[in-house]
């Protein structure tokens, strides 16, 4: 059973609560010398202070804590380009190259690197471009932001992976949502995921028109469908009922199933996700019954 950390933070003591979160997840195996890859999430042009992007200070506090635990990493901080994303312009105009210059990493637009092409029995993709730069990793990191999402109900690590698919045309894969972040997520899955939600975002407009809220919460882990059952339960939802979160668990990708770690007020208990599943279960029988009838 994967361990998923709850870790409370904000901006102001970010950099002495990093190594706490991180290690209320279990920890990044990593060596001196290691490719290590992270994954922002710049959405939009928006600040930091609406929870819609990743927040500068977050990831100057995560590349400190690993400049300061590991020896000679390469470290490559990525985003791809969307319908109404820019990021090498975000990335400029967020004020990340000044934190990016500090700790000596790189940025890397995953929509202009080379690809090879994957082939997949997804749910939706039978063959997929990955950007090399991820496969060649040595470590893959997801930094997710904590949102509510319009299409989606929320926006965390599964769907951050959504973001590494080189295509800047991403918007021709809303119909089939769930299935193209699924298929991202057996693709490219990353090894462990870090959640900002010390300013996260809410309301019925997320991932970038919502809400920010100051959930003052970091969520860490190995497994991102446990990961992202927990972000689900802080965001009021029930993950089996979150469409890509219960379809990730069917593909193998995790489990919802987990042990909490550090200072939720569920520290130490067992998310389960046999309740939701059995009422889902009960639910589709009664449907699939109607059906019947009905014919």
């Keep these: 059973m994967s361990t998923v950390g709850v870790t409370r933070s904000n901006y102001t003591n970010i950099h002495d609560r990093i190594r706490t979160a991180i290690e209320n997840g279990g920890g990044l195996d990593l060596a001196n010398g290691d490719d290590v890859v992270i994954k922002i999430n710049l959405c939009d042009f928006k600040m930091p202070e609406t929870g819609a992007v990743t ?15 590991f020896m000679d990493l390469n470290i490559s901080v990525v985003e791809s380009d969307a319908s109404s994303a820019r990021p090498d312009l975000l990335i400029r105009w967020l004020g990340f190259e000044s934190t990016l210059q500090k700790y000596g ?17 997804g749910r939706y993709f039978r063959e ?4 090399r730069i991820i496969h060649d990793s040595d470590y893959f990191i997801s930094m997710a932001k904590l949102k509510t999402a319009m299409i989606t109900k929320m926006s965390c690590c599964l769907k951050n992976q959504f973001g590494c698919i080189p295509y800047p045309r991403k918007i021709k894969f809303h119909p089939r949502l769930d299935d193209a972040i699924v298929d991202a997520n ?32 970091i969520v860490t882990g190995k497994d991102p469908v446990a990961v992202d059952g927990v972000c689900a339960n802080i965001l009021g939802f029930r993950p089996y009922f979150v469409g890509h979160i219960r379809k990730a668990q069917a593909s193998s990708v995790g489990r919802i199933r987990c042990r909490l770690a550090g200072e939720s007020k569920k520290s130490s208990e067992v998310v389960k996700d046999s309740e939701f599943s059995n009422t889902y279960a009960r639910i589709l029988r009664f449907v699939m019954f109607l059906r019947g009838r009905s014919r």
């Design 55 to 69: 927040h500068p200070i977050f990831l100057d506090a995560t590349l400190n804590y690993l400049r300061s635990t």
């Design 105 to 121: 990493a790189k940025y890397v637009n995953l929509s202009k690197v080379e690809t090879y092409k994957k082939r997949l029995e």
């Design 128 to 131: 997929m471009d990955i950007p």
């Design 186 to 217: 057996i693709a490219m899955k990353p090894d462990f995921c870090i959640v900002d939600g010390i300013i996260g975002m809410g309301g019925t407009k997320g991932p970038t028109e919502g809400v920010p809220l100051n959930y003052e919460t």
